[in-house]
C-alpha cells in the first residue's frame, strides 16, 4: 500500500504510483521518501538520500505543474507486515489484546452508580414524582401588596392588597399556550375604590361590601382570550 500526499504547494493532484515500479526503485519494507522541485527537476531529498531523479522511474505521476520548492511525500507500507481482519478468519481476542482474560474479569465500577441514577432520576413522563414534591413545587409565596395608582398583577400568583389610596390592576398579557392562567388577590376593605381591571366577570348582580376584606380571582378565558373575574366575600 502506498500514501502520496504534496507537502509543500497545493497545485499538485491526482497522485498514481505504480507499486511495483517504485518498490524497484526503494526496494520492500516500510519506506518514507520526500520529493522536491527546484525549478527544472525533481530531487529526492529523503534524509541519506539526494540527488536528481526521474519521477518516470519511480513509477509517480500526477496532474498538474510543478513550480518551485513544490514538495510531496510517498509512504510505503506492505501488508504482509500487517495484520488484516475480516469475517471468517477466526479472529483471536487474545492477540489483539495480550490482557483479554484480566480484562474481562474486571467489574464495572459504575455499575452502582448507574443503577441509582436509574432508580432515582425523575421519568420525563413524572411517574416517579412523589406527591411531596408536587406539593414542594405547588408552594408560592404570595404578594403583599401597599400601594395605590396602576397595580400590575403577575400571572398565576397570590397577592394580598391593602390600598392606601384608589387603584386600578393592570393584567398581564398572556401568549398563546396550552396552560392555564390565573391569578388570586385578597384586597383588605377600605374606603378607597379599585378598578379591577377588566369588565368581563364570571357572575352578574354581585353585592360586595368593599369596607370588608373581599376576594379577586383572575381566570383566562382561552375561548375569547379576555380575563375574567370572580368576586367572592
Known amino acids: 500500500m502506498i500514501i502520496v500526499q504534496q507537502i509543500v504547494g497545493t497545485g499538485l493532484t491526482n497522485f498514481i504510483v505504480d507499486e511495483a515500479t517504485y518498490a524497484s526503485q526503494i526496494g520492500a519494507g516500510f519506506s518514507s521518501n520526500q520529493f522536491k522541485y527546484d525549478g527544472a527537476d525533481w530531487n529526492i531529498v529523503t534524509p541519506g538520500e539526494s540527488g536528481v531523479v526521474d519521477l518516470n522511474d519511480y513509477g509517480i505521476s500526477f496532474t498538474g505543474t510543478p513550480v518551485t520548492d513544490d514538495e510531496f511525500s510517498v509512504a510505503q507500507f506492505y501488508m504482509e507486515n500487517l ?58 409565596t404570595p404578594n403583599i401588596l401597599s400601594t395605590d395608582g396602576t397595580i400590575s398583577l403577575t400571572d398565576n400568583t397570590a397577592n394580598f392588597l ?5 387603584g386600578t390592576i393592570s393584567l398581564p ?51 375569547d382570550n379576555h380575563w375574567y373575574y370572580s368576586l367572592t366575600q
Open 162 to 166: 391593602t390600598l392606601t389610596g384608589n
Open 83 to 140: 495484520w488484516d481482519f475480516y469475517a471468517g478468519k477466526g479472529i483471536n481476542c487474545n492477540k489483539i489484546n495480550e490482557n483479554f482474560a484480566e480484562v474481562q474479569n474486571q467489574s464495572n465500577t459504575n455499575e452502582t452508580e448507574i443503577n441509582n441514577i436509574a432508580s432515582t432520576a425523575l421519568l420525563k413522563d413524572g411517574s416517579n414524582l412523589t406527591q411531596s414534591a408536587i406539593d414542594t413545587f405547588q408552594q408560592q
Open 173 to 223: 398579557a398572556v401568549a398563546p399556550d396550552q396552560y392555564s392562567h390565573t391569578i388570586s388577590l385578597v384586597v383588605a376593605g377600605g374606603s378607597y375604590s379599585l378598578d379591577l381591571g377588566t369588565t368581563y366577570h364570571l357572575y352578574n348582580n354581585l353585592d360586595i361590601d368593599t369596607t370588608q376584606t373581599y376576594n379577586v380571582l383572575y381566570v383566562y378565558n382561552k375561548l
